[in-house]
């Protein structure tokens, strides 16, 4: 019994240690830029409006998290379904964040052009249904599963509804600002990609080491 607890031991130093400094480097990101609000709010209001520097560095997040997951589905075909699904995503997230400006580049489409990405996240989706149920059951007992959840649940239902003007405005009352609304829905989406962003790069460092190879992809099959 003391040798077995002696080897986990060791086991869980080994293996922790790597999680412990990944974390610590994703907690001090965060504080740091948590830290920086004051700063950009007194510099001028005007970065966090509409295709302003906050907006862009919110597209940014989201275009790097796009990347890391294809990455994961070119260098783990096990997984493939699942990353470019992820993928596809992130990559309409992206394309969504900057609605006013395609509105302005594309006039009638817009974020639109987003649209076919969507279409072929779902279409994939059912052709390698089977392949994609695999590769969900694992990544689901993933951490890197709830760090993507909760930057979803942060950018979206927090973001949205809570930076939402009319329940701002039964909250404030007459000390409502529009701006309000407008920083507190920026800092919540800008820290869910972030989280999103985290949860990319855990993915890949999860699944690697996870084998699925019960099915393999329709896409790769076909030659697609």
Known sequence: MRVKTESTAATFTDSTMPILLRFTAYTVALFVFTA??????????????????????????????????VRGGLSMPDFRNLFFLLAAISAFAAIRELDVFLHRTIPGIGWKIGIPLILYALISA????????????????????AIVWAGFLVAVPFGQLIGHGAFLQLVMGDDYNRDY???????????????????????????????????QPVEAASGI
């Open 36 to 69: 920086a609000l004051p700063l950009l709010v007194k510099g001028d209001i005007v970065l966090f409006k509409e295709n302003g520097p906050i907006e862009w560095f919110q597209f940014g997040l989201l275009v790097v998290a796009t990347a890391v997951f």
């Open 126 to 145: 059912y052709r390698n249904r089977e392949c994609l149920k695999q590769q969900l059951s694992h990544f689901l007992a993933t951490r890197a599963f």
């Open 181 to 215: 609304k407008r920083v507190i829905e920026e800092i919540l989406e800008v820290m869910g990609y972030a989280l999103l962003l985290i949860g990319s790069f855990e993915s890949i460092v999860q699944l690697r080491t996870i084998g699925c190879r019960e099915c």
